[in-house]
């Protein structure tokens, strides 16, 4: 079984719709970074006006940045299939968080450590769970059925595809909607700063959304995969090849989505990737879409799916060793 | 809704800290005695809170996670919560290998994110800091379990709120079940923070009294913490999940539907799971926060599903764990199911005229238990109950 794909929707640091930001990828046009006061790196932040359609929802007047950037992905994977009311009643949510509502996370916790434990506001609290966005997309959408948030990096992303095969092989209903979201504060900013892990790559916000349906066809994502925890680069290489070479030969790639950071995990990710598919072509997308843990791997596979309906590809790999410790691959065809 | 059940899904073994005790026999014992694990919030000041209390797990935490491996002596409360809860599970079921962790969680590292923040803010050993909030990541604790054990079985996070430990274990089974996976470590771990407990407290969702579930005079909850584990394989055993429903309910972010919509759809999705009639369940495990809206809710849910059924909330004994009590909870329901008891629900005075349930107030009563159904719902209006049988 396949997964394909019949809606996307992103909101990236090079545009919100297809065209714009899939022209600024093969104009190689990167996206602008900017230096927000507090921070101590720059970052590729989102333009607000890519979410201004959004922003006037009542149930999403109090919300963090990336609530509203997740229901304006998940409204574009949508529009252009009409569902009935008991349609999306029973259409299952799968949720990526990657840092989760940072920003109110970080300004709770400030006022706390400033003003004292009973300073909290009750306001920004319920925001930071990590299954706020999940929630408000759902509300903004109609669906009742389950929404589960799963929080993580690129692989996580990734192997999120893999339980959204599982998903629907088990159920029913044929569709699923999956969303993932991030946004920047100075906090997570500082923090991937000073890991050293976004070398080649700046900190972004932002979301991707794939609407999914099931299918006997061997076009959209083809190859899934559960992926593995790893303790070291070395342990990631050999486990990233291990996926790699698990890959059905009628779905070896011909080209890799790779943020192609410069960071020792990247490298030995692309090193990985050379040793199994020697004659590949690597496509960056870092500088467009810059690191945004499951948002951008979720802008990367759509960014392959668009290059795969286009006929610039036949089939694309996008894989990722991540800083939660996973990796993982899937293939589009 | 799920199709048909193709594989039985057996629970191998399980594993639990919480405030009740180190482990399934002093857990199971504690519970049976309705003794409560709640006392003052002894891990960061709560000056200017209207609750100080708190079920916290007692000192003996460091030291069990030590005997185990000597390097969880620099490892987060959460993370040494993980691995004593996991190596009782593995040491339950000698041999298990899971293909896939499910873990729930709500704060993962919270207290390491507290320490950058606090690092950051004065400019002192924020180096240091730095160093160690690359565990802040809610994978960690598990991984570094994980590794001890030798297992490099991919983790997923799952964190819907307080619903989380039962997602996991419901997700878990779900992968069995399918044929995606064969053995599934499956479970959920949160650890009191400062972040969490004060933002319980401002929503003054905590109660500066007794918490006490389902009572007339409730007034909130008290926050808890402790890790359950469990190793699900296919085929029969006496230990069962068999059922397993979850739902969304988009009311509000932090407030159930009144009705008790959301719960309800959970909990008649998890009997159609497991092709179970409301009057076969022996005994609701309930969410009961001790919330005012929360026991109303899902009091109005366990009144239109199984009216009659004994039911009690457990968290008046050990405060809740949030991301980690659905699958806490499922232990409890597990030592029910073994020891046949009816686990009582504590604190517990006057019954709220609006829901008059079955409770199983205040002291734990033998029972034939068979069907055990699990309650856990949580903000964004998360809801999933799970079913434990004894075949």
Redesign the interface.
């Known amino acids: 079984m396949s997964l394909r794909i019949i809606g996307t929707g992103w909101i990236t640091p090079v545009g919100r719709t297809p065209a714009e930001a899939i022209s600024r990828v093969k104009d190689h046009l990167p996206a602008t970074p900017d230096q927000p006061e507090g921070y101590e790196t720059p970052v590729l932040p989102i333009d607000p006006a890519f979410i201004q359609d959004v922003s006037g929802i009542p149930r999403l007047r109090r919300s963090s940045v990336i609530s509203h950037f997740a229901v304006a992905a998940a409204r574009d994977a949508m529009a252009g299939i009409s569902l009935s009311e008991d349609e999306l009643a029973?259409l299952p949510?799968l949720f990526l968080?990657g840092d989760?509502s940072v920003v109110y996370?970080?300004r709770?916790?400030?006022d706390?450590?400033t003003r004292?434990?009973?300073?909290?506001?009750?306001l920004l609290?319920?925001?930071?769970?990590?299954?706020?966005p999940?929630?408000?997309v759902?509300?903004s959408l109609g669906?009742?059925?389950?929404?589960?948030?799963?929080?993580?990096?690129g692989a996580?992303a990734l192997?999120a595809l893999d339980?959204a095969r599982?998903?629907l092989?088990?159920?029913?209903?044929k569709r699923c909607l999956m969303v993932a979201a991030q946004e920047l504060d100075r906090?997570n900013a500082?923090?991937y700063l000073?890991?050293g892990l976004t070398r080649g790559l700046l900190p972004a916000e932002g979301a991707g959304a794939l609407l999914l349906e099931s299918s006997s066809t061997e076009k959209g994502i083809v190859f899934t995969h559960?992926?593995?925890?790893?303790?070291s680069n070395s342990?990631a290489a050999s486990?990233l090849v291990r996926i790699l070479q698990s890959i059905p030969s009628e779905y070896a790639p011909d080209a890799c989505i790779s943020s192609m950071a410069t960071s020792n995990v990247a490298l030995m990710e692309r090193k990985a990737i050379r040793e199994v598919f020697p004659k590949i072509t690597f496509l960056s997308s870092g500088p467009f879409f810059g690191e945004s843990l499951a948002a951008s791997a979720m802008q990367q596979v759509i960014l392959a799916h668009h290059l795969v309906a286009s006929g610039d590809y036949r089939r694309v790999l996008v894989a990722s060793a991540g800083?939660?410790?996973?990796v993982?691959a899937t293939v589009l065809a | 809704m799920s199709s048909s059940v193709s594989i039985p899904v057996s629970i191998a073994s399980a594993g639990c800290v919480s405030p009740l005790g180190l482990g399934m026999e002093e857990t199971s014992s504690s519970l049976h005695a309705g003794t409560s694990g709640i006392g003052p919030v002894r891990l960061f000041p709560v000056d200017g809170c209207q609750c100080s209390t708190a079920g916290q797990i007692d000192g003996r935490l460091g030291e069990a996670a030590v005997s185990i491996t000597s390097r969880s002596r620099r490892w987060t409360r959460a993370a040494q919560m993980v691995l004593v809860a996991m190596e009782e599970a593995l040491r339950g079921c000698p041999g298990f290998r899971p293909d896939v962790v499910v873990i729930g969680t709500t704060s993962g590292g919270m207290s390491l994110g507290e320490e950058f923040f606090r690092a950051l803010s004065s400019g002192q050993r924020s180096d240091h800091a730095a160093r160690r909030v690359r565990n802040y990541v809610p994978h960690q604790p598990v991984i570094q379990a994980l590794e001890t054990f030798g297992c490099d079985a991919p983790v997923r996070i799952i964190s819907n709120a307080c619903a989380s430990g039962s997602n996991a274990l419901g997700i878990g089974r779900q992968l069995i079940r399918d044929g995606m996976a064969t053995h599934v470590l499956a479970g959920g771990y949160d650890a009191i923070a400062e972040l969490v407990f004060a933002g319980f407290d401002c929503l003054k969702a905590s109660t500066p009294e007794l918490c006490r579930p389902f009572d007339a005079q409730r007034s909130g909850l008290a926050l808890g913490e402790g890790a359950a584990m469990f190793c699900l394989q296919p085929g029969p055993s006496e230990l069962q999940i068999t059922g397993y429903g979850s739902a969304i309910d988009t009311h509000h972010l932090t407030q159930p539907h009144p009705s008790g919509r959301g719960p309800e759809q959970a909990m008649v999705a998890a009997l159609r799971d497991a092709q179970l009639s409301s009057d076969s369940i022996d005994y609701v495990n309930a969410h009961g926060t001790g919330t005012p809206l929360n026991d109303s809710s899902e009091g109005r849910a366990i009144l239109n599903v199984c009216p009659s059924a004994p039911t009690s909330s457990t968290k008046g004994m050990t405060g809740h764990a949030l991301g980690a009590a659905g699958a806490i909870e499922a232990a409890f329901s597990v030592a029910a199911l073994k020891s046949q008891f009816l686990p009582p629900n504590i604190n517990f005075r006057q019954g709220d005229p609006d829901l008059p349930l079955n409770i199983v107030a205040n002291t734990s009563r033998s029972a034939r238990l068979r069907h055990v159904l699990s309650n856990s719902f949580g903000f964004g209006g998360s809801n999933a109950s799970i079913i434990l049988s004894l075949t």
Request: hydrophobic share 40%; proline share 3%.
């Open positions: 029973n949510l968080a989760g996370t970080r709770f916790y400030q706390i450590v004292g434990a009973g300073s909290g506001s009750p609290f319920p925001e930071t769970v990590y299954n706020a999940a929630s408000h759902a509300a669906l009742r059925d389950e929404a589960l948030t799963f929080v993580g990096d996580a192997a339980s599982a998903l092989l088990a159920r029913k209903e906090i500082s923090a000073r890991w559960g992926g593995y925890s790893f303790g342990d486990k800083y939660h410790g996973q993982c």
